[in-house]
């Protein structure tokens, strides 16, 4: 089963927009990575925070991450239509090897 | 190109028949992984290896499911006795050690199986 889960699971925004999806996990990780995924493709890292961490930043895109909450959101600002994608949040577990995917945000930006 | 790559892209197969798929990670990557993806989920996990020693292995890799990483290069990953529920797209990623031993992944671009 897939520990991490998105929301909202659609999102659909004007260009220029900000963009916030969110991210609740189960267990206590190591890190969390945000991966892009366009229609029918493979996966594109975008970004991991490890757990003693609380913000990051990368160009355009700001994750934040609460392990008292376990949560985690993405935030993409300026958005283009060429963020349409699904956005999904994967936690490495202490100790795994593996990441634990959620459901994923479908993001539609509109020209 | 030096990213990981998969073969073939697209796979169509009739219910029964025995199905391989190949990924090249990159190069400096010992860590590979094999994930499966239906449509509207997040990939799950499979098999990870790390060198040519497969670690660990899920629930879901019935035993009709084998994978290989024989020099800790490339890696197969083969279907025996195909079910029309193992219609999915399987991805392949590596990785190397980061920072504070965290492991980012680099995906392929999947291999689209189709069991009809």
């Known amino acids: 089963s897939q520990q991490g889960e998105e929301d909202p699971q659609a999102l659909s925004i004007q260009e220029g927009e900000n963009a916030t999806m969110n991210c609740s996990y189960k267990?206590?990780?190591?890190?969390l990575q945000w991966y892009r995924q366009n229609s029918g493709r493979g996966l594109v890292h975008l970004i991991l925070?490890?757990?003693?961490?609380r913000e990051k930043h990368s160009g355009r895109l700001r994750v934040t991450l609460d392990t008292s909450k376990k949560s985690s959101s993405l935030l993409i600002t300026a958005s283009r239509a060429a963020d349409t994608a699904s956005y999904f949040c994967a936690t490495a577990g202490t100790g795994a090897n593996n990441l634990f995917f959620g459901t994923g945000t479908r993001l539609t930006v509109i020209p | 190109d030096t990213g990981v790559s998969q073969d073939p892209r697209h796979k169509i197969t009739k219910r029964g028949q025995n199905v391989t798929f190949r990924c090249d990670p990159i190069s400096e990557h010992n860590r590979l992984y094999w994930y499966r993806q239906t449509l509207g989920q997040g990939p799950e996990f499979l098999t990870y290896?790390?060198?040519?020693?497969?670690?660990?292995k899920s629930r879901l890799l019935s035993d009709r499911f084998s994978a290989e990483r024989p020099k800790g290069s490339f890696s197969t990953l083969e279907i025996q006795r195909t079910e029309q529920g193992d219609s999915a797209m399987y991805l392949c990623a590596s990785s190397a050690r980061g920072l504070a031993g965290s492991y980012e992944q680099y995906f392929g671009p999947g291999t689209r199986l189709t069991v009809t």
């Open positions: 925070i490890r757990s003693n961490e």
């Open positions: 290896f790390q060198n040519e020693a497969q670690l660990e």
């Open positions: 267990t206590s990780i190591n890190n």
